[in-house]
Each structure stands twice: as structure tokens, then as C-alpha cells.
T-cell receptor, first 113, second 115 residues
Framework: DTTVKQNPRYKLARVGKPVNLICSQT?????MYWYQKKPNQAPKLLLF???????READTFEKFQSSRPNNSFCSLYIGSAGLEYSAMYLC????????????FGPGTRLLVL | AQKVTQTQTSISVVEKTTVTMDCVYE???????LFWYKQTASGEIVFLIR??????ENATVGHYSLNFQKPKSSIGLIITATQIEDSAVYFC????????????FGAGTKLSVKP
């Protein structure tokens, strides 16, 4: 099973309110990623976990947080949503090893009003 | 730093023909991995094919194949006998060999296959 699951699939949030997105995989992958995808743009890496080590991109460091309570789950947290956060959020996972490919979840479409 | 560039914003072809989508990349690493993904109408991103930089032979999976030109830092995706359902946005991505790196993506090429 190469399935990565994301919840919810659609999320409506108000400006200034927090948002929490969930990702899970049962492939025992040690690395999990979060990307932000806006129309006509490349998926933008926000952060990723290698095991329990969190790596955040410099330009989104303060905007997004994450937690990984166990190997299967990873969350993406926005403390105070702004209109610019409206996007598709994609979770992906990969088993550490040069031969392994990254697998994506179906995404969560976030709309901030 | 890694960088992936897809210059073709959109391509339109007639079904059953062959199409090539371009991708160039920048890296200082001598070993890296190249990927092509397809984004479906629902927004889901699906892995299609990969090329490891140390392999000289072009990868092939089904009706997808790659044109890997390492001296030009180029990895083109070739789709033969295109079908209507191949209409999608195609993303090129690269990951450097360092296991602590994450794949970086190009902006995508929208392919429309018409009857």
C-alpha cells in the first residue's frame, strides 16, 4: 500500500484563526514532507521531517509549524491564517534511501476567508 | 542550490501523437535523482518515472520515457501514443543525493491532448 492520506480534504478557515492539517502513511516511511501548491506555480516545500528531526525552509520558517507524534503521522499547523495561505497543501513521504521515490497524498484544499 | 525550470507553460497535441516536455535543472551535486510527476484534475500528484544521474540508460515506463542529457542538465519527458486522459499538468523534480535534501519542483507544463 503506497497510500498517503490527508485530512481534511477541504478546509474553510477565517482570517486570523488557526488551521491544523493532518497527514498519515502506513509505509513506515521515515521522511514526511509538506508542500504548498498554488495555481500555476510549482509545489513549494514548506518543511519536512526526517524521523523526529524537523527541517523548515528559511522563507516559511515563522509561518508554519509541524509535529510528528509518531512515524505514521505528521501535522501542519498555521497559527493565524491569512488570505495568502489559501492553497492546496500536499503531504508526501519517502523511505530514506537513495532508491526510494516520494509519494504524495491527495492534498488538502484550504480556503481562507 | 537546487533549481528546476520548465519553460513550456502549456502544450496542445492531437491524440496518438508523441509529445516531449522539457526540463532543465541546476545542481552542484554530482549525484542526484530526477523525477516526473503528473497532477490529475482532482489535484492529486502521481509519480510517473525517475532517472538516477549515474545511469546512462534512459528510463522507460509504459508509454513514458526520458531523454536524459547530463551535459546539458536536461531531463525531457516523452509520451508516445498520447491519449485524452494524458491531459494534465506535468511536473519535473530533482533531489540531490544527500539524504537530508527534499525534492524541488519545476512550475509545471500543462498538456492538453485533443481528439
Amino acid at each position: 500500500d503506497t497510500t498517503v492520506k490527508q485530512n481534511p480534504r477541504y478546509k474553510l478557515a477565517r482570517v486570523g484563526k488557526p488551521v491544523n492539517l493532518i497527514c498519515s502513511q502506513t509505509m513506515n516511511h521515515d521522511t514526511m514532507y509538506w508542500y504548498q501548491k498554488k495555481p500555476n506555480q510549482a509545489p513549494k516545500l514548506l518543511l519536512f521531517y526526517y524521523d523526529k528531526i524537523l527541517n523548515r525552509e528559511a522563507d516559511t520558517f515563522e509561518k508554519f509549524q509541524s509535529s510528528r507524534p509518531n512515524n505514521s503521522f505528521c501535522s501542519l499547523y498555521i497559527g493565524s491564517a491569512g488570505l495568502e495561505y489559501s492553497a492546496m497543501y500536499l503531504c508526501a513521504s519517502r523511505r530514506l534511501g537513495n532508491q526510494d521515490t516520494q509519494y504524495f497524498g491527495p492534498g488538502t484544499r484550504l480556503l481562507v476567508l | 542550490a537546487q533549481k528546476v525550470t520548465q519553460t513550456q507553460t502549456s502544450i496542445s497535441v492531437v491524440e496518438k501523437t508523441t509529445v516531449t516536455m522539457d526540463c532543465v535543472y541546476e545542481t552542484r551535486d554530482s549525484s542526484y535523482f530526477l523525477f516526473w510527476y503528473k497532477q490529475t484534475a482532482s489535484g492529486e500528484i502521481v509519480f510517473l518515472i525517475r532517472q538516477d544521474s549515474y545511469k546512462k540508460e534512459n528510463a522507460t515506463v509504459g508509454h513514458y520515457s526520458l531523454n536524459f542529457q547530463k551535459p546539458k542538465s536536461s531531463i525531457g519527458l516523452i509520451i508516445t501514443a498520447t491519449q485524452i486522459e494524458d491531459s494534465a499538468v506535468y511536473f519535473c523534480a530533482m533531489r540531490e543525493r544527500n539524504n537530508n535534501n527534499a525534492p524541488r519542483f519545476g512550475a509545471g507544463t500543462k498538456l492538453s491532448v485533443k481528439p
